[in-house]
């Protein structure tokens, strides 16, 4: 029976979610499987990718073939590294302790180098964020002097005109008065 370690899609149209099942490869996409391994959510920056890491690595180790996307994943986890440095110990050319040493080595730095991805895109935000507020800023305050322009044109226009008709008022005065 030929084994694979593939995504089951679930979820809501356009909000897929995905469990990464280990199925029989005859099996279809969303039917029946051997085992869950986990959940992989495309829809989350960076993709959130949650799966039991022994589980994946007893399949691997025992034939099972992933599809290009959970190769990827698997990689990304490290777990087809630690494939290969078990195969280097079985083939006598490293030592367990040298192959958990280099895996613990790698996982470190790959965990690092994803928190650093985080903290940028976190930084990215706020960033924008501030810039945001800032323009908005800019613009209330460009609204405010336009209002402030125009209601000042507007007194300026509203004075002369209450000035000039008591102006023609006395001078209308002065006109009877000399006939």
Request: charged fraction near 35%; charge should be positive.
């Amino acid at each position: 029976m030929a084994v694979k370690i593939r995504l089951a899609r679930r979820g809501r149209k356009k909000a897929a979610i995905y469990d990464i099942v280990v199925a029989d490869a005859r099996a279809p996409r969303d039917g029946k499987f051997i085992e869950k391994l986990g959940t992989y959510n495309p829809n989350t920056n960076p993709a959130s990718i949650y799966f039991d890491e022994e589980k994946a690595f007893q399949w691997v180790m025992n034939g099972a073939q992933p599809t290009d996307t959970v190769k990827a994943m698997l990689t990304y986890k490290g777990v087809l590294y630690k494939k290969h440095l078990q195969v280097g110990v079985n083939k006598g050319a490293i030592s367990q302790e040298t192959a958990d040493a280099r895996f613990a080595e790698w996982k470190q730095a790959k965990e690092a180098k994803i928190e650093s991805k985080r903290q940028s895109l976190a930084t990215d935000k706020e960033a924008k964020r501030k810039a945001a507020f800032e323009a908005e800023t800019k613009v209330r305050e460009a609204r405010a002097e336009a209002i402030r322009q125009r209601d000042a044109a507007l007194a300026a226009a509203n004075a002369p005109a209450e000035e000039a008709p008591e102006a023609t008022a006395e001078g209308g005065e002065s006109t009877e008065e000399q006939a």
